[in-house]
Nanobody, 127 residues
């Protein structure tokens, strides 16, 4: 089982990045996908999630209107499009997978719900 996150980097405030998460070793379409982030000295927090079908998404308030989560089940890949980035978005971003029997269930924001985790990709936003 593997979740490979990529696409992080250094960007100026107001800039954009697109993170990708490629899954292998499990039935991607049977899992909701979540994005989490962890800044130095802080706990890992939920950022966004997408249902198995891709039709239902859920965001933490601080990123609503700026981040868009999506998935392509044919490619076993999830995405996190980030625009209008702020210095407070600086963190290590992780993707995670949560087995879910419902195609349209709202993604969980609880870390404990997610069975599989990627290694993280660093996002740094300079002011």
């Amino acid at each position: 089982v593997q979740l490979q996150a990529s696409g992080g980097g250094l960007v100026q405030a107001g800039g954009s990045l697109r993170l990708s998460c490629v899954a292998s070793g499990f039935t991607f379409g049977s899992y909701t996908l979540g994005w989490f982030r962890q800044a130095p000295g802080k706990e890992r927090e939920f950022v966004a999630g997408v249902s198995r079908s891709g039709g239902r998404t859920y965001y933490v308030d601080s990123v609503k209107g700026r981040f868009t989560v999506s998935r392509d089940n044919a490619k076993n890949t999830a995405y996190l499009q980030m625009v209008s980035l702020k210095p407070e978005d600086t963190a290590l971003y992780y993707c995670a997978a949560d087995w879910e029997p419902s195609m349209t269930a709202t993604p969980s924001s609880r870390r404990i719900a997610y069975e599989y985790w990627g290694q993280g990709t660093q996002v740094t936003v300079s002011s």
